[in-house]
C-alpha cells in the first residue's frame, strides 16, 4: 500500500536552474493537487487536475508548471528557481469527487540558493 | 472570497487537560469546514470534516468539532489530550463547485507537556 508518493524528499538548488518534483499515487484518484506550505501562510494551492490531461491554476501558479500525461503522475515543475520558491511542497489526491478528503504525501522540501 | 483565520499560532496543554482550537471563516456560500493534523515531518491527515446537518462532528483519534454558523466558527476539541495529539492542525474551507481546492489556515501547533 504505497498511497501517494514524493520525490525528492528534500533538494537544494541555485537561482535560475529548473527543478521537478515527482508526485505518483497508486489508488487511481482523478483528482490531484500541489500545495506549498510556508510560515504563517499555512497551504496554498499552485496547481491542481482533476483527471488526466486536466490541469488548472491555484492561487499561487506563477512561475510553476505541471503535466499530467498519467493518472498517477503529477510531476511540478520550477522553471527558473527563485528564492521565493523555498518551501515545503505537497502533492495530494482524492478520490470521488464529494468526499473532500485529500491525501497528502510527505512532502518535499526545496532550498533555492 | 473565502478565508480561514486561527488565532491562536500557538497553544500548550497538558497532558490529560482538555484542548480547543479556534477557527474563524469567510465564505459567502454554505462553506465546507475540514480539519486536518500534520504530524512532524508528515503530509496532513484529515481529522474531520462538516458538509451539512448535524453541526457537532465527529473525527478521528478523539476529536470533534462544532459548526456555528452565527459565529462563523468551526472550533475543535477534544476532551483529554494525549502526547501523541502534538502536532500542528490546520483549518481549511472548500466550495461544493471546488472539491479540493481548499483554503487553509496558517495553522496552529500545539504542544503538550507532561
Known amino acids: 500500500d504505497a498511497g501517494i508518493t514524493q520525490s525528492p524528499r528534500y533538494k537544494i538548488t541555485e537561482t535560475g536552474r529548473q527543478v521537478t518534483l515527482m508526485c505518483h499515487q497508486t489508488?487511481?484518484?482523478?483528482?490531484m493537487f500541489w500545495y506549498r506550505q510556508d510560515l504563517g501562510h499555512g497551504l496554498r494551492l499552485i496547481y491542481y487536475?482533476?483527471?488526466?490531461?486536466?490541469?488548472d491554476k491555484g492561487e499561487v501558479s506563477d512561475g510553476y508548471v505541471v503535466s499530467r500525461s498519467k493518472t498517477e503522475n503529477f510531476p511540478l515543475t520550477l522553471e527558473s528557481a527563485t528564492r521565493s520558491q523555498t518551501s515545503v511542497y505537497f502533492c495530494?489526491?482524492?478520490?470521488?469527487?464529494?468526499?473532500?478528503?485529500?491525501?497528502f504525501g510527505e512532502g518535499s522540501r526545496l532550498t533555492v540558493l | 472570497a473565502q478565508s480561514v483565520t486561527q488565532p491562536d499560532i500557538h497553544i500548550t496543554v497538558s497532558e490529560g487537560a482538555s484542548l480547543e482550537l479556534r477557527c474563524n471563516y469567510s465564505?459567502?456560500?454554505?462553506?465546507?469546514l475540514f480539519w486536518y493534523v500534520q504530524s512532524p515531518g508528515q503530509g496532513l491527515q484529515l481529522l474531520l470534516k462538516?458538509?451539512?446537518?448535524?453541526?457537532l462532528v465527529q473525527g478521528i483519534k478523539g476529536f470533534e468539532a462544532e459548526f456555528k454558523r452565527s459565529q462563523s466558527s468551526f472550533n475543535l476539541r477534544k476532551p483529554s489530550v494525549h502526547w501523541s495529539d502534538a502536532a500542528e492542525y490546520f483549518c481549511?474551507?472548500?466550495?461544493?463547485?471546488?472539491?479540493?481546492?481548499?483554503?487553509f489556515g496558517a495553522g496552529t501547533q500545539v504542544v503538550v507537556t507532561p
Open positions: 495530494a489526491s482524492m478520490g470521488a469527487a464529494n468526499t473532500g478528503e485529500l491525501f
Open positions: 489508488w487511481s484518484h482523478s483528482y
Open positions: 487536475s482533476a483527471a488526466a490531461d486536466i490541469t
Open positions: 465564505y459567502g456560500a454554505t462553506p465546507y
Open positions: 462538516y458538509f451539512s446537518g448535524d453541526t
Open positions: 481549511a474551507v472548500g466550495a461544493l463547485d471546488s472539491w479540493g481546492k481548499l483554503q
